[in-house]
C-alpha cells in the first residue's frame, strides 16, 4: 500500500498548497493587512478552497482507490490549473484546467456508478457534475455568488453520499433511503433554480439543506457514537454530529437572509456550511482518509479535540460577529478558524511521525475504512 506515496505525494502536495494559498486569500478577504501576493489572490480563494485544495484532494481519494494511472490526469489538471490560474490573472487557461480536471472527476465517478449504482454513488456523481457544471459557469462569467452553490452542492452531496454509503452498517430501511433521496433533490433543485431565480433558489436550497442536516442527525451512525467507549470512534461521531448541526444553521440562515453577494451575511451562511460543516467532516475523517490514501497507520489522541473545539467556537464568534455588524470579532473569527484548520494538520503530521516510530501512547490505532465512524 505505501508504493501509493511517491505516487500520490505530488498531487498531495499541490493540494496542501492550494489550501494554504486559499487560507491566505482568505485572511485577505477578511480585511487583514497583509502581502497581497498575486493581484488575484484574494478573489480567488473560492476557487483555491473548493477545487485547488478539496477538488484535488477528494479526487485522488477516489484514484487511490481504483488505481488506474489515466485517472491521476484529474487531480494534476486541477492542481496545475490552480497555480496557473494565480500565476496568470485574467487569463482562462486556470480555469479551464481546473474544468477539465472536474470532467475527469465525473468521468471517475460514473464508472463507479457503473460499478456499483445505488443511491449513495448517484448522489456523488451528481456532486461531481455539480462541480464540472459550477466551473463551466465559472468560464462563463456567471456571478460568483451564484456559481458558489453549485460549487457547495459538490461538497454537500459528495459527503452526504459517503455518509450514506457508511450508514449501510445500520441497514437503513427503504423509508430512509426514500427521505435521503427527497432531501438531496430538494437541495439539488435549489442549486439549478438559483441560476435563473435566485431568491426563489437560495429559499429552496435552504429547505434542501435543513431536511439533509435533520437526515444526517437523525439517521447517520453519528448520533449512536457519542457515548462510544473507543475515544476514536467518540472523537469521530463528535465531528459529524457538530457539523451536521452547523449544516442545519447554514439552512436556517439561507431560508431568512435570503440573496446575498457579498458582506457579513453572505459570509455567515457560506462559512456555516464550508467551516461548521465541511472542516469539521474533513477534521472527523482525516484520520482514516490518511491510512486509505498512503497506507499510513495513524493513531489517535484527545489532543485533536482541541482544534476541533477551536473551530466550533471560533466560528461561533465569526457568526455571531457576522449577524451583529462586529467587524473585528469578525475578522478573528476566521483568523481562529485558520489556526484550529492549521494546529490539526500539525497534530495529524504528528500522530502519523508518532506511529511511524511505533511510540506508545495513550492513542488508539486507525485502521483504514472499515472504522465504524
Ligand atoms: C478557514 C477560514 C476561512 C476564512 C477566513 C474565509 C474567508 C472568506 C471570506 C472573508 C469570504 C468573503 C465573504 C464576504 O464577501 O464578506 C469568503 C468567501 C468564500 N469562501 Fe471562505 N473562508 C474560509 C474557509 C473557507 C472554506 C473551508 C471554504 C470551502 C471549503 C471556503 C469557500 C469560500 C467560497 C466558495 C467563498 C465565496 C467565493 C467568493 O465570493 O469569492 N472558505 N471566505
Known amino acids: 500500500m505505501r508504493r501509493n506515496i511517491p505516487t500520490i505525494a505530488p498531487f498531495l502536495i499541490l493540494s496542501i498548497l492550494g489550501l494554504t494559498a486559499g487560507l491566505w486569500a482568505g485572511l485577505l478577504r477578511l480585511g487583514w493587512v497583509l502581502p497581497a501576493l498575486r493581484s488575484n489572490l484574494a478573489f480567488s480563494h473560492g476557487s483555491l478552497m473548493i477545487s485547488g485544495f478539496l477538488g484535488t484532494l477528494i479526487t485522488l481519494e477516489r484514484v487511490a482507490a481504483l488505481r488506474r494511472a489515466w485517472m491521476l490526469a484529474a487531480p494534476a489538471l486541477t492542481g496545475l490549473g490552480w497555480v496557473l490560474g494565480l500565476a496568470f490573472p485574467g487569463q482562462v487557461l486556470g480555469p479551464a484546467l481546473i474544468t477539465l480536471g472536474s470532467l475527469g472527476a465525473v468521468a471517475i465517478l460514473l464508472i463507479i456508478v457503473r460499478r456499483e449504482t445505488q443511491i449513495f454513488t448517484i448522489t456523488m456523481a451528481a456532486g461531481a457534475l455539480c462541480w464540472l457544471a459550477g466551473n463551466l459557469l465559472w468560464l462563463g462569467g456567471t456571478a460568483l455568488n451564484r456559481v458558489v452553490w453549485w460549487w457547495a452542492a459538490y461538497l454537500v452531496l459528495t459527503i452526504a453520499g459517503e455518509r450514506l454509503e457508511l450508514s449501510r452498517v445500520r441497514q437503513p430501511k427503504p423509508l430512509h433511503y426514500r427521505l435521503f433521496t427527497a432531501a438531496a433533490l430538494v437541495f439539488l ?19 434542501g439543506l435543513l431536511a439533509l442536516a435533520a437526515w444526517l442527525i437523525r439517521f447517520d451512525i453519528a448520533r449512536f457514537n457519542l457515548r462510544h467507549p473507543n475515544p476514536l470512534t467518540r472523537y469521530i461521531a463528535l465531528c459529524l454530529f457538530s457539523g451536521y448541526l452547523w449544516l442545519g444553521v447554514s439552512g436556517i440562515l439561507n431560508l431568512t437572509v435570503g440573496v446575498q453577494a457579498a458582506g457579513p451575511l453572505y459570509d455567515a451562511v457560506l462559512h456555516t456550511l464550508f467551516v461548521g460543516f465541511v472542516l469539521s467532516m474533513i477534521f472527523g475523517h482525516a484520520p ?60 495529524l503530521a504528528r500522530q502519523v511521525l508518532l506511529s511511524q516510530k511505533g511510540a506508545t501512547h495513550p492513542t488508539a490505532p486507525i485502521s483504514g475504512r472499515n472504522h465504524p465512524g
Open 189 to 207: 433543485a435549489g442549486v439549478l433554480v438559483t441560476t435563473a431565480r435566485p431568491q426563489t433558489g437560495i429559499f429552496i436550497i435552504g429547505a
Open 288 to 347: 482514516i482518509i490518511l491510512p486509505a490514501l498512503t497506507g499510513i497507520q495513524v493513531s489517535y489522541h484527545r489532543i485533536f479535540m482541541l482544534p476541533l473545539a477551536l473551530l466550533h467556537i471560533s466560528l461561533a464568534l465569526r457568526v455571531a460577529a457576522d449577524l451583529s455588524g462586529w467587524h473585528s470579532g469578525r475578522m478573528w473569527g476566521g483568523l481562529i478558524n485558520e489556526t484550529a484548520l492549521i494546529l490539526f494538520l500539525i497534530l
